[in-house]
C-alpha cells in the first residue's frame, strides 16, 4: 500500500474496487452465482444447483450489493444482502429471528416490537476463494483479522470485507432502515471497533456454519462515529451505491468516472 493509499481509504479503495448497488437482473445474477460458489461449491453449506445461482425465499424482499475489480477485465469479487422484512407481512420473522428463537435476550431488544419496516438483516456475505488471501479462510466466506490492519508502522486495509459491509450499511442509510443485525462470528465486535462500529449481543450463541452470535447495529450512529480514517472510504461507496440506484431510475450522475473525486468529497 502506498504512502497515500495509507491515508485515504477512498483513493485506495477506488484504485482496487468498485462497488455496485445489484438493481438490475445481471447485478443480481452475478450475486447469486457468486454465493453459489462460495455456500454451495466450495463450503458445502447449501446443495448444489442445476442453474448455479443460490437464492432463497428472502431474496424477493432484499437488497443486494457486489464487489468486482476495478480494472479490466473486471472480476466479481464478493457479495452481501440486506434482508428487509416481508412487505406483505412485516410481522414474518427475518432470518436471525428464526435461528435465534430461543437465545434472544428480549430485555436488551425485541425485534418484534420494533417498527417493522424499520429493521433490516445483513446475510449472505460472501467472498470468492481467489479473494480470500490466508490459509485457513477457505473455510469461511468472509473474514477479518487483527493481521488485516496491520501495525502503526505497517498498516494494512481489509479492502474487500469491509467493503462489503459498508455497503450493507450504504443500502440500509438510503432505504430508512435505523437497526441492522447480523449473526456474527464472536470475535468481529473487537474488530469492527477498530472502525468506530459497535456491535451489541443480544442473545447468546448459536451453531450456525460455526459458533455466531446474534448483534446488531445502529444505522445512524455507524455514520456518525465512524474513524476519520474510514470516512473517505465509506464516502465512496455510498457514492457509488447511489449512483446505482440513480441509474436504474434513468437519470443517473456523472457517477464514478464523473464524479466526486475523493479530495471533493464533503
Same mark, same amino acid.
Not at 437482473?25 to 462460495?38: G, N, P, Q, S
Not at 432463497?56 to 437488497?63: A, I, R, T, V
Not at 417493522?116 to 477457505?138: D, F, K, M, N, W
Given at each position: 500500500?502506498?504512502?497515500?493509499?495509507?491515508?485515504?481509504?477512498?483513493?485506495?479503495?477506488?484504485?482496487?474496487?468498485?462497488?455496485?448497488?445489484?438493481?438490475?437482473? %445481471?447485478?443480481?445474477?452475478?450475486?447469486?452465482?457468486?454465493?453459489?460458489? /462460495?455456500?454451495?461449491?466450495?463450503?458445502?453449506?447449501?446443495?448444489?444447483?442445476?442453474?448455479?445461482?443460490?437464492?432463497?425465499?428472502? @431474496?424477493?424482499?432484499?437488497?443486494?450489493?457486489?464487489?468486482?475489480?476495478?480494472? @479490466?477485465?473486471?472480476?466479481?469479487?464478493?457479495?452481501?444482502?440486506?434482508?428487509?422484512?416481508?412487505?406483505?407481512?412485516?410481522?414474518?420473522?427475518?432470518?436471525?429471528?428464526?435461528?435465534?428463537?430461543?437465545?434472544?435476550?428480549?430485555?436488551?431488544?425485541?425485534? %418484534?416490537?420494533?417498527?417493522?419496516?424499520?429493521?433490516?438483516? /445483513?446475510?449472505?456475505?460472501?467472498?470468492?476463494?481467489?479473494?480470500?488471501?490466508?490459509?485457513?479462510?477457505?473455510?469461511?466466506?468472509?473474514?477479518?483479522? @487483527?493481521?488485516?490492519?496491520?501495525?502503526?508502522?505497517?498498516?494494512?486495509?481489509?479492502?474487500?470485507?469491509?467493503?462489503?459491509?459498508?455497503? %450493507?450499511?450504504?443500502?440500509?442509510?438510503?432505504?430508512?432502515?435505523?437497526?441492522?443485525?447480523?449473526?456474527?462470528?464472536?470475535?468481529?465486535?473487537?474488530?469492527?471497533?477498530?472502525?468506530?462500529?459497535?456491535?451489541?449481543?443480544?442473545?447468546?450463541?448459536?451453531?450456525?456454519?460455526?459458533?455466531?452470535?446474534?448483534?446488531?447495529?445502529?444505522?445512524?450512529?455507524?455514520?456518525?462515529?465512524?474513524?476519520?480514517?474510514?470516512?473517505?472510504?465509506?464516502?465512496?461507496?455510498?457514492?457509488?451505491?447511489?449512483?446505482?440506484?440513480?441509474?436504474?431510475?434513468?437519470?443517473?450522475?456523472?457517477?464514478?468516472?464523473?464524479?466526486?473525486?475523493?479530495?471533493?468529497?464533503?
Amino acid at each position: 500500500m502506498s504512502f497515500f493509499d495509507r491515508f485515504n481509504l477512498g483513493h485506495g479503495f477506488r484504485k482496487y474496487f468498485e462497488i455496485h448497488a445489484a438493481v438490475d437482473e %445481471a447485478l443480481r445474477d452475478e450475486v447469486f452465482r457468486i454465493r453459489h460458489e /462460495v455456500y454451495c461449491e466450495e463450503l458445502r453449506f447449501e446443495p448444489e444447483r442445476p442453474d448455479r445461482r443460490e437464492m432463497d425465499d428472502y @431474496d424477493g424482499h432484499s437488497l443486494h450489493c457486489l464487489l468486482k475489480t476495478s480494472a @479490466d477485465p473486471q472480476q466479481p469479487v464478493g457479495c452481501t444482502r440486506l434482508v428487509l422484512t416481508n412487505p406483505e407481512d412485516r410481522s414474518l420473522p427475518l432470518p436471525f429471528e428464526r435461528a435465534c428463537a430461543a437465545t434472544l435476550d428480549r430485555s436488551i431488544i425485541d425485534p %418484534a416490537k420494533l417498527p417493522r419496516e424499520r429493521i433490516a438483516e /445483513v446475510s449472505r456475505l460472501a467472498v470468492r476463494a481467489t479473494y480470500r488471501r490466508r490459509r485457513g479462510e477457505q473455510a469461511a466466506p468472509v473474514a477479518i483479522h @487483527d493481521e488485516d490492519f496491520g501495525t502503526v508502522t505497517q498498516p494494512r486495509f481489509p479492502y474487500v470485507p469491509i467493503g462489503l459491509y459498508l455497503g %450493507a450499511v450504504a443500502l440500509a442509510a438510503r432505504s430508512g432502515i435505523d437497526t441492522m443485525f447480523v449473526l456474527t462470528e464472536p470475535r468481529l465486535a473487537s474488530h469492527f471497533a477498530k472502525l468506530g462500529v459497535e456491535i451489541k449481543q443480544i442473545g447468546g450463541p448459536i451453531e450456525h456454519r460455526g459458533q455466531r452470535i446474534p448483534s446488531m447495529m445502529d444505522v445512524q450512529s455507524i455514520i456518525k462515529n465512524m474513524r476519520f480514517l474510514v470516512k473517505p472510504i465509506w464516502r465512496v461507496i455510498q457514492e457509488e451505491i447511489e449512483f446505482g440506484f440513480e441509474k436504474a431510475a434513468g437519470d443517473g450522475p456523472l457517477g464514478r468516472q464523473g464524479g466526486l473525486t475523493d479530495g471533493q468529497q464533503r
